[in-house]
C-alpha cells in the first residue's frame, strides 16, 4: 500500500519561480542535503525529516553552508524551514547571507 | 525466592561490586554547598550570558533569604517547590533556596505545555512555586488551575509589585486617551464594548432599584450612556482627563449626573468614597497590566461595596482566546477569587448565552463578584502578595538553623511515562551526596573549574552540573537559551571563557563539533573534561572531541533518573573504531549492579538476564505512584544496610568473562532519542489525544546519527497536514516528543498474534 495521504509524501519539485539567480544557492543546499542523507532520492519540496533527516544532520548541513559562506545562522533556521526550497529561501533572505553575497 | 547476599555479591568473575567507599553519608547538598561559599566566598560561583557573576558568598545569602521566606510560608521537609524558570542564575539561586529550607524542588520547563505543567503540579499536591519575569504571566494565567497552589514567588523582580516596572503613568494615560475622532479607546483598539449587554448585565447584578454606581475605566462613556440615569450616583474614573469630560457630556446628554475621577484603576479606592451598590469595570481589565494588579484592584474596591453590593466584571477574555493583545483572566482565577480575597464571598463566571452574540464577543465572558458583610470584611486578614526580590531582600542574610536531613527528598524529575502520564522520580540528598562525592574525588573537580550548563535542569544531568560544581567551589556558566539555539555561540563560550568541562547527551555534542571543526581553532586549550551520557555513543566522537581540544579527556557515562544520574563511568582510552560501543565501564562508589533471572537468582556468566542497580545511589521511589515503585523498586539481597533496595532497570544484560557488563536491550518500549528517554507508549497516547486520529503506533528508528521518532496514525476521515497533528501535539507533550515523521495510513498492520507490527512499520520508512 502506497496510500500515505498529504503528510510524509513529497509534493511535485519546485519549478523555479522564484528567478534564476537562487539557482546557485539552491544547488549548494540540494548537495549538502546529499552528502549528509547519503542519498538523492528526495524532492526540492520534500521535509528535510521525511527524508530520514535528523538534527544532528541539520548541525552539519548548518556547519557546513556556515563554513562556506563564513556566516553564523541559528539552527532554528533550518527547522523552521526544512526543505532544500524554503531553506534557499530563507538563506537568500538571511542578512548574513545577503553581507556574505555582496 | 530471592537470591542470598552471598551469591549476588560473589560474582567470582567481576571486582564490579566491591564499591564500597566512605562518604559523608548523613550531609545534605546545601551543607556542601555553604562549606564551599565558606571556603571560596568571593570565588564565581554563576556567571550567565549578561556576564553577570554571583559569588558563592553572595549566592549563600540570595540563597538564605528566599529559604527564610519559604519557612515562613510553611515550606520545609516534606514539602516539595515547583520552579518554573528561564535557565538562569535565578532559577539555580531558587533551587538552592528550597534544599536550604528542607524542601524538595519539582523543575518544571516553561516549554511544556501548560496542560502538563499544571497536571504535575496538582499530582504532587504542591503548594508554591518559583518562578522568573520572565514566565510569571504564564504562571499567573495557570495556577488557579492547581487548587493546591498558594504561593508564588518571583525573586528576579526588584520590586514590592509585579507591575510596578511595566506600569507607566504615561503610557497608560496614552492608551486610555481616545485618539481625536474615535469614539472609544477600546474600539480604537478594535475591542468593541458590548454596550447594551453591559447595561442589561449590571441592572440583573444588583437588587438596589437605584443603585450607586462606580464605573472604573469609563472610556468615551458608552456604559455611561446606558447606566447614568438609572443610577442615584455615578462616579466615572479614568486615567484620561479627556475621557472623563466625554463620560461627563454622555451623562449630560443621558440625563444622568456624573462625577467624574482621574486617576489610575489602583488609586481609585483612595480617591473615591463610597459605599456603592455597583462597581463595573466594563473591557477595563484588558488594559491592566497583569492579573495580581486585577487582585490588588478588586481588593481596593471590595473596601467600597455597601453590604449588598457587587463588583461586575463586564466582557472579559480567557486564555483560550488569541483575541488581541490585552490582559486574559481565566474564569477559573475568578472563581477562586473569595479564597484569595478576604472579603470576598461569592465570584461567579456567566458564560454568555448561544445565540446572543456573534464572533469574538460570543467567547466573552462576564462576572459578578459579592461581599461579605462590611464588619466581616473589616475583620478579615489581607490577602498573599506576590512575592517578589523585595520581599525577600527583608529577610537575613544568615542560614537557617535548621535544614533537611540525609534522608529527606531532594528533588523530583519527571521521566516520560509508558500510559501516557510522566513519571515523578524522587531522589534523596544522601544519594546526590554520594555522586557529588565520586565525581568531584574522581574527576578532581576543584575551584579552578568552571563548567559550560547546557543541560535543562528538568533533566537530572543538571543535578552534578549544578550541585556538584558548586559543591567543589568551581564555577557554573549558564549557557542561555540564545547561547544553545546557535551553536557558533557554545563554540565561543568554549574558546573564549575558561570552561573546563563540559557535560551533556552525546546528541547535544555531537551538533556542536560540525562547527568546532569548520572553525580555525583559537583558545582550546582549558576544557579538560568531557562527560557524555543519557544515550548511545557514536564511537568516533571521542577522538573528534580529543582531536579539537587536546586536553581534554572524555568519560562515558550511564544510569538512570532512579538511580541518581550515573551508575556507571568509563574514562575513553584509545577507540577501537570496530567495537560498536563503549563498555559500562567501572561501577561508581557505593553501587552495585546485578544481572538476575526471574526469580531473582544471579544469573551464570555469559547469561542474560534484567539487570538491576543497588547501592546509594538508589531514589526514593516514584511521587504518588506505591504500586509502580513497589514494582520497580525492590529489597536488595545484597543490602549493605537493612532496607536497602536495587532498581530494576527495565534493560536486559550479561556479565562478560572480563568482568564487564553487556547492555543486550529493553524490556519495554523506552528509548533514546538525542539523550530523551521516551516511552513509545506515552508518544502513542498523546496522538490518540489528537483529534482526528483514530489509532496510532510510534516507533524510534535508527538512522545515521541515532534514533528518531516516527508515528503512523489511522485517521478517523481524511488524513490531517502535518502541522496541524504537530500543533496538536504541542499543546500534550513537550517538543521531544513530537514525531519528526507522520505517516497516514488507512490501517496499522497486525502481527500474526494481533499486536500492532513495529519491524513492518519500521520497513514503511
Not at chain 1, 91 to 101: G, I, M, V
Request: with cysteine; hydrophobic share 40%.
Amino acid at each position: 500500500m502506497d496510500n500515505f495521504g498529504p503528510v510524509g509524501v513529497a509534493s511535485p519539485d519546485h519549478t523555479g519561480h522564484d528567478g534564476p539567480d537562487l539557482e546557485p544557492l539552491r544547488a549548494q543546499v540540494r548537495s549538502q542535503w546529499v552528502d549528509v542523507l547519503e542519498h538523492d532520492d528526495f524532492g526540492d519540496d520534500e521535509d528535510f525529516f521525511d527524508a530520514g533527516g535528523n538534527s544532528l544532520l541539520v548541525a552539519e548541513i548548518m556547519a557546513a553552508l556556515g563554513a562556506e559562506f563564513g556566516v553564523r545562522v541559528e539552527l532554528r533556521l533550518f527547522f523552521a524551514h526544512p526543505t532544500v526550497n524554503e531553506l534557499t529561501g530563507a538563506l537568500a533572505a538571511h542578512e548574513a547571507f545577503k553581507a556574505a553575497a555582496r | 525466592m530471592s537470591a542470598s547476599p552471598t551469591s549476588v555479591q560473589g560474582a567470582p568473575w567481576s571486582g564490579w561490586n566491591e564499591t564500597t567507599r566512605p562518604f559523608r553519608d548523613d550531609a545534605t547538598v546545601p551543607e556542601l554547598i555553604a562549606e564551599a561559599a565558606r571556603r571560596h566566598p568571593d570565588h564565581p560561583a554563576i556567571v550567565d550570558s549578561d556576564k553577570r557573576v554571583l559569588t558563592h558568598g553572595e549566592l549563600d545569602r540570595l540563597s538564605n533569604r528566599l529559604a527564610r521566606l519559604l519557612r515562613e510560608l510553611g515550606l520545609g521537609r516534606g514539602s516539595s517547590v515547583g520552579v518554573y524558570g528561564e535557565r538562569g542564575a535565578p532559577a539555580l539561586v531558587g533551587m538552592l533556596a528550597v534544599l536550604k529550607a528542607g524542601a524538595s524542588y519539582v523543575p518544571l520547563d516553561p516549554a511544556w505545555p501548560a496542560s502538563r505543567v499544571v497536571g504535575l503540579l496538582d499530582r504532587l499536591d504542591v503548594t508554591a512555586v518559583l518562578t522568573d519575569r520572565a514566565s510569571l504571566p504564564s504562571v499567573q494565567e495557570f495556577r488557579w488551575e492547581v487548587p493546591s497552589l498558594r504561593h508564588v514567588l518571583c525573586p528576579d523582580i526588584p520590586e514590592e509589585f509585579s507591575w510596578s516596572a511595566t506600569f507607566r503613568r504615561e503610557q497608560v494615560a496614552d492608551l486610555s486617551d481616545p485618539p481625536s475622532g474615535s469614539a472609544d479607546p477600546l474600539e480604537a483598539a478594535g475591542f468593541q464594548v458590548c454596550q447594551d449587554h453591559v447595561a442589561r448585565f449590571v441592572r440583573s447584578a444588583t437588587s438596589a432599584e437605584r443603585p450607586s454606581v462606580l464605573e472604573i475605566g469609563c472610556g468615551s462613556g458608552l456604559v455611561v450612556e446606558a447606566l447614568a440615569p438609572w443610577a442615584s450616583r455615578y462616579v466615572a474614573v479614568d486615567p484620561s482627563p479627556e475621557s472623563v469630560a466625554r463620560s461627563k457630556e454622555a451623562g449630560d446628554r443621558a440625563g444622568g449626573e456624573v462625577e467624574g475621577v482621574v486617576c489610575f484603576a489602583h488609586e481609585a479606592a483612595e480617591r473615591v468614597h463610597g459605599p456603592f451598590d455597583v462597581v463595573v469595570l466594563a473591557g477595563t481589565v484588558r488594559f491592566l497590566p497583569d492579573l495580581d494588579h486585577l487582585t490588588g484592584v478588586l481588593d481596593s474596591l471590595v473596601g467600597l461595596l455597601a453590604d449588598d453590593g457587587v463588583i461586575v466584571l463586564a466582557d472579559l477574555v480567557g486564555p483560550g482566546l488569541g483575541a488581541g493583545s490585552g490582559l486574559r483572566v481565566p474564569p477559573r482565577y475568578v472563581e477562586r477569587l473569595p479564597e484569595l480575597l478576604p472579603g470576598v464571598a461569592h465570584a461567579g463566571v456567566h458564560r454568555r448565552r448561544a445565540g446572543e452574540f456573534t464572533g469574538e464577543p460570543a467567547e466573552r465572558y462576564d462576572a459578578v463578584i459579592r461581599v461579605e458583610p462590611s464588619r466581616d470584611r473589616a475583620a478579615a486578614p489581607g490577602r498573599e502578595p506576590l512575592w517578589t526580590g523585595h520581599h525577600i531582600g527583608l529577610r537575613p542574610a544568615g542560614p537557617l538553623a535548621t535544614g533537611p536531613t540525609a534522608d529527606d527528598a531532594c528533588y523530583t524529575i519527571f521521566t516520560s511515562g509508558s500510559t501516557g502520564a510522566p513519571k515523578g522520580v524522587v531522589v534523596g540528598h544522601r544519594a546526590v551526596v554520594n555522586l557529588i562525592d565520586c565525581m568531584n574525588r574522581t574527576y578532581e573537580v576543584g575551584p579552578a573549574d568552571e563548567i559550560l550548563f547546557t543541560v535543562s535542569f528538568c533533566f537530572d544531568l543538571s543535578v552534578y552540573d549544578m550541585f556538584g560544581v558548586l559543591a567543589a567551589g568551581a564555577t557554573v556558566r549558564v549557557a542561555s537559551a540564545a547561547d544553545l539555539a546557535e551553536p557558533d555561540t557554545l563554540v565561543d563560550l568554549l574558546e573564549q571563557e575558561s570552561i573546563t568541562i563540559w557535560d551533556s547527551a552525546p546528541a547535544t555534542l555531537g551538533m556542536v563539533m560540525p562547527f568546532v571543526e569548520a572553525r580555525e581553532p583559537a583558545g582550546r586549550d582549558t576544557l579538560r573534561l568531557v562527560l557524555l551520557s543519557g544515550d548511545w555513543i557514536p564511537v568516533p566522537l571521542p577522538d573528534q572531541v580529543r582531536g579539537a581540544f587536546p586536553h581534554a579527556e572524555v568519560v562515558a557515562l550511564g544510569g538512570a533518573t532512579e538511580t541518581t544520574v550515573w551508575s556507571n563511568h568509563h574514562r575513553v582510552g584509545e577507540v577501537d573504531l570496530t567495537r560498536p560501543s563503549f563498555p559500562y565501564g567501572q561501577p561508581m562508589q557505593n553501587t552495585r549492579s546485578y544481572v538476575l533471572d526471574s526469580g531473582l537468582r544471579p544469573c551464570p556468566l555469559g547469561e542474560e538476564g534484567d539487570l538491576y542497580v543497588a547501592g546509594a545511589g538508589v531514589g526514593v521511589g516514584y511521587a504518588g505512584a506505591a504500586a509502580l515503585t513497589a514494582a520497580r523498586f525492590l529489597p536488595d539481597p545484597g543490602a549493605r544496610r537493612p532496607g536497602e533496595r536495587m532498581y530494576r532497570t527495565g534493560d536486559r544484560a550479561r556479565w562478560l568473562p572480563n568482568g564487564d557488563l553487556e547492555f543486550l536491550g529493553r524490556l519495554d518500549d523506552q528509548v533514546k532519542v538525542r539523550g530523551h528517554r521516551i516511552e513509545l507508549g506515552e508518544v502513542q497516547s498523546a496522538l490518540l489525544q489528537c483529534p482526528g486520529v483514530r489509532a496510532a503506533s510510534v516507533v524510534a528508528p535508527v538512522g545515521r546519527r541515532g534514533r528518531t521518532l516516527a508515528a503512523f496514525y489511522v485517521p478517523t476521515a481524511e488524513p490531517l497536514a502535518k502541522a496541524e497533528l504537530v500543533s496538536a501535539l504541542r499543546a500534550l507533550v513537550p517538543s521531544h516528543m513530537i514525531p519528526s515523521r507522520i505517516v497516514a495510513l488507512d490501517e496499522l498492520p497486525l502481527t500474526s498474534t494481533g499486536k500492532i507490527d513495529r519491524a513492518a512499520l519500521l520497513g514503511r520508512l
